[in-house]
């Protein structure tokens, strides 16, 4: 009896690390096929705040694009999103789309409003409303700010808050 209970034990303990180690595996293999994805902006549509599905590819192909991953409750978010509004002069040489899962539009205008963000001309709020922005780009993290070059591939990932002077250098060296 003690035989059949250390095989079946073995057994369990076999199949259990069998069953870790080829959830680590497909891991790594997605997260190596979710950055060699985002090297190049893709055809990926989102909601717009008046229900309206863009491309982010489509934007003004002249242009650099910045995607800025965040949430209005976001303490980062909001210092990034301020100095957004401060610098829409200096950034209006980009497409600025902003993608945030959060879903209630009222606070999501509210964040837009408070930083000066509805008057610059460039810029496009986008909803993440069934988090496709995890399955694309694969970082969750906010604030995330993704920076794209006139050809659609990208120059710099920052996972987390970034002075703006970085962002302009990052989009003046292109």
Excluded at 118 to 131: G, K, S
């Amino acid at each position: 009896m003690r035989l059949i209970i250390r095989v079946g034990l073995g057994l369990l303990i076999i199949s259990v690390s069998i069953w870790l180690l080829g959830s680590i595996i497909k891991g790594a293999e997605h997260k190596k096929k979710i950055e060699q994805s985002i090297l190049t902006l893709n055809h990926y549509a989102f909601q717009t705040l008046d229900g309206r599905y863009l491309y982010l590819d489509e934007f003004n192909p002249r242009q650099q694009t910045l995607i800025f991953y965040f949430h209005p409750e976001c303490e980062h978010c909001q210092y990034e999103a301020k100095e957004f509004g401060k610098h829409a002069a200096e950034l209006a040489s980009a497409n600025m789309l902003l993608i945030t899962p959060d879903d209630s539009i009222s606070r999501i205008e509210a964040f837009a409003f408070n930083n000066n963000l509805l008057a610059v001309d460039n810029l496009t709020i986008f909803l993440d409303q069934n988090n496709c922005f995890k399955t694309y780009f694969g970082s969750v993290i906010v604030p995330s700010i993704l920076i794209y070059n006139v050809d659609k591939k990208l120059i710099r990932h920052f996972k987390g808050e970034i002075k703006m002077e970085t962002i302009f250098k990052m989009l003046q060296a292109q």
